[in-house]
T-cell receptor, first 115, second 115 residues
């Protein structure tokens, strides 16, 4: 079974630009979550999509948005990039059922550098 | 609000020794799950072990075990017979049952295994 894939793996942008990152979950998984990892703030939850609907959202500005397609693939978009958006963006997929246990499988991440 | 605290920024251990990584948590949800992840320098998050709040026994997975002390709100990871390949960042995380797929992470502990 193929794992979670994220594209691109590396990205360099300049301030003010926008960027779109893609995540393909494990086949059969309906939930996709996004996390931002920076040295200063650590790992922070961005949002989660389940069956094409945003189910949960972290405390990030509206410049960060996402969507999920009918095949469960997800994209996240960051508009008007700032230097502080430089981070490793991790995507995780899971079956998405209720309860506290639902193992999340992480992708390799997209490393975004904003110049 | 849910919170995870890892108080050891870095640890150095001799190969083949056992090591304990500390994790304390806070939540008001009686149903929650605790996770440990390993993050090598490549960036991918690797799931190690899970403990549910209602589980009576401590979780074990091969060389990994979780020392769960519910009254103290601690969930320490124990790695027995450490290996050079165990050198990585280790993150403790929690999901509340009511929080969909949102994981809250601690700041992590960088573990270095010396030969």
């Amino acid at each position: 079974k193929a794992g979670v894939t994220q594209t691109p793996r590396y990205l360099i942008k300049t301030r003010g630009q926008q960027v779109t990152l893609s995540c393909s979950p494990i086949s059969g998984h309906r939930s996709v979550s996004w996390y931002q990892q920076t040295p200063g703030q650590g790992l922070q939850f961005l949002f989660e999509y389940f069956s094409e609907t945003q189910r949960n959202k972290g405390n990030f500005p509206g410049r960060f948005s996402g969507r999920q397609f009918s095949n469960s693939r997800s994209e996240m978009n960051v508009s008007t990039l700032e230097l502080g958006d430089s981070a490793l963006y991790l995507c995780a997929s899971s079956l998405g059922g209720g309860g506290s246990y639902n193992e999340q499988f992480f992708g390799p991440g997209t490393r975004l550098t904003v110049l | 609000a849910q919170k995870i605290t890892q108080t050891q920024p870095g640890m150095f251990v001799q190969e083949k020794e056992a090591v304990t990584l500390d994790c304390t948590y806070d939540t008001s949800d009686p149903s929650y799950g605790l996770f440990w992840y390993k993050q090598p320098s490549s960036g991918e998050m690797i799931f190690l072990i899970y403990q549910g709040s209602y589980d009576q026994q401590n979780a074990t997975e091969g060389r990994y075990s979780l020392n769960f002390q519910k009254a103290r709100k601690s969930a320490n990871l124990v790695i027995s017979a450490s290996q050079l390949g165990d050198s990585a960042m280790y993150f403790c995380a929690m999901r509340e049952a009511r929080g969909a797929q949102k994981l809250v992470f601690g700041q992590g502990t960088r573990l270095t295994i010396n030969p």
